[in-house]
């Protein structure tokens, strides 16, 4: 079947179930009780055909944010196919924030993935009248930044290891796994931190393969207010492990230069100094990496200094920095500054505004990020030169909606044929938001689907090339759920319920190559 959803196969099976009802309310009382007591096998069947057809029948996997856990649906079947539940193991504010699935061959059978949560007062933000804090239930455990690293084997999930402890670095916000599949990168924007650790195997521990700090020096310091469109300069610099411990010590709140996250489009609350914190003139917004699909850049996404630093994984050094800012130069030189630890430096004439979610075209051409503010479009770069040094930034996706500060492109993916990129489109709260299509091709918005709920976050699509199913999250206390529409004739098909405050979601890959199209590449 194409994308389009084919309304007669749709009454068929809606029919056909009517149909066998009938006949079984024909019978008289005394045949029925004759009758050897039906049997239906409920694992198929009509309604397994019905939201097949309807949803598809990948997994899909959804983190609940403040509700504190994470839901595997089987969108074929309309179930749950596991969940869990990070209060169970002790954590006492567990906001399960982002994640990302590693490839598995029958995901019905078994995968994995890695979940990063906050904590501490991010659970404050959303104007809940709650004693938490008093309560002490945000000190320790409470603190969040753990990675948990979590495992479904056919029946149920199990937390199998927290690599906040492990390694002793705890980062609360984007997980992104390697094109490879051998390993993630996780970062998190309220301590500037990016660390990239490997694929433990059996019973081993995840260990760190290279860590790095991102601090930002104005060039104005009268004011926060100047620290970041005044310019300034962004220093890069490589942590070093305490070498008899052989562990970071940046767990929970440790490392933590403001309070808590910027939300989305929050950047200007800094500069107001309206998020306090220890630091917050020294923030470059670090929340997140995404992978180039060639699997040697990694894109270091530097919110505040509205850039993404580009990392050779290959030698772990920083060699280009993209600045997104229209009007500003795409591309500034790195310049190595110290060693022992290791330090680069990126100068910054200016910085026009905040910038956000990125990522890459699955074919690895062309990188994009949300320009957001004061200005409100999307570069885009093209990455096909095999050095980034001359990776240019070539035209923007703007449209007549995008004036002021809202609505505003979010989060981003790639349709499975490559000719369009999903754009959410966030609206403040209780508006809803919308869901956007841009031609990957000219980079001219093709279609707008509107009103689709309060929220909308991450998109994922199905890796047969059916469908695009786009997350909202109600800003955790209004409606939630799934939108789904096709792929290629983008058409609506309708709603999938999913119940907490969803901030994120992935269909867990079959093939090392679907992660081109998955959390990897894109935010
Ligand atoms: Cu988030
Ligand atoms: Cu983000």
Same mark, same amino acid.
């Given at each position: ?7 007669r196969r749709l009454f068929q099976l809606l029919g056909g179930s009517v149909i066998g009802g009938g006949a079984y309310a024909g019978l008289g009382y ?144 984007? /997980? ?218 070539? /035209? ?92 290629? /004739? ?15 979601c992935v269909v867990v890959p079959t093939k090392v190559e679907h992660l081109l199209n998955s959390r990897c590449t894109t935010l």
């Amino acid at each position: 079947m194409s994308g389009s959803i084919d309304r007669r196969r749709l009454f068929q099976l809606l029919g056909g179930s009517v149909i066998g009802g009938g006949a079984y309310a024909g019978l008289g009382y005394a045949a029925r009780q004759e009758r050897k007591a039906e049997e239906n096998d409920c694992r198929g069947g009509k309604l397994w055909d019905l939201h097949h057809d309807l949803f598809g029948s990948g997994i899909l996997l959804s983190p609940q944010k403040l509700g504190g856990g994470t839901h595997a649906v089987d969108l074929a079947t309309n179930r749950t196919l596991a969940w869990i539940s990070y209060w169970n193991y002790g954590d006492t504010c567990p906001i399960s924030h982002h994640l990302a699935a590693y490839p598995s061959d029958d995901p019905r059978k078994g995968f994995e993935f890695i979940n990063s949560t906050q904590g501490g007062e991010n659970v404050l933000i959303y104007g809940i009248p709650t004693r938490i804090k008093e309560k002490g239930l945000l000190e320790g455990n409470g603190q969040g930044n753990h990675l948990y690293r979590v495992r479904y084997d056919g029946a149920q999930m199990t937390l199998v290891e927290d690599v906040a402890e492990s390694t002793g670095i705890g980062l609360g916000v984007h /997980t992104v796994i390697y094109p490879d599949a051998q390993g993630f990168a996780g970062a998190d924007g309220q301590k500037d931190i990016t660390a990239f650790f490997d694929r433990p195997r059996g019973t081993e521990k995840t260990k760190v393969q290279m860590a790095f700090r991102g601090d930002w020096k104005a060039k104005d310091t009268s004011s926060l207010e100047r620290a970041w469109l005044g310019g300034g300069t962004l220093r890069f610099t490589r942590l070093v492990e305490p070498s008899e411990t052989g562990k970071y010590e940046l767990e929970g709140s440790k490392g933590n230069k403001i309070n808590w996250e910027m939300a989305p489009m929050s950047e200007l609350l800094v500069e107001r100094g309206q998020i306090p914190g220890d630091s917050p003139s020294s923030l470059t917004g670090l929340d997140a990496v995404v992978h180039h699909p060639g699997n040697r850049w990694s894109a270091v996404i530097l919110r505040m200094c509205s850039a993404a630093l580009i990392v050779d994984r290959a030698n772990w050094e920083p060699v280009a920095c993209l600045h997104m800012p229209k009007g500003s130069p795409g591309n500034l030189p790195v310049k190595k500054v110290g060693s022992g630890p290791d330090a680069w430096e990126v100068t910054f004439d200016d910085v026009k505004n905040p910038a956000h979610e990125a990522g890459f075209s699955p074919d690895g051409k062309s990188f994009v990020m949300m320009n957001n503010l004061r200005q409100n479009n999307i570069p885009v770069f093209d990455t096909s030169d095999p050095d980034p040094r001359r990776w240019k930034k070539v /035209t923007y996706v703007e449209d007549p909606d995008w004036t002021g500060q809202y609505p505003s492109p979010f989060h981003l993916c790639f349709s499975m044929d490559r000719t369009k990129m999903f754009l959410s489109v966030l609206a403040p709260k209780p508006r809803d938001s919308e869901v956007w299509v841009v031609d990957a091709r000219t980079w001219k918005v093709i279609k707008k689907f509107r009103n689709v709920g309060p929220d909308c976050q991450t998109m994922a699509v199905s890796y047969d090339g059916k469908y695009v199913f786009q997350i909202f999250s109600g800003f955790q206390r209004l409606s939630c759920g799934l939108f789904v529409f096709t792929q290629d /004739t983008l058409e609506p098909v309708g709603y999938f319920p999913n119940f907490g405050g969803h901030h994120d979601c992935v269909v867990v890959p079959t093939k090392v190559e679907h992660l081109l199209n998955s959390r990897c590449t894109t935010l």
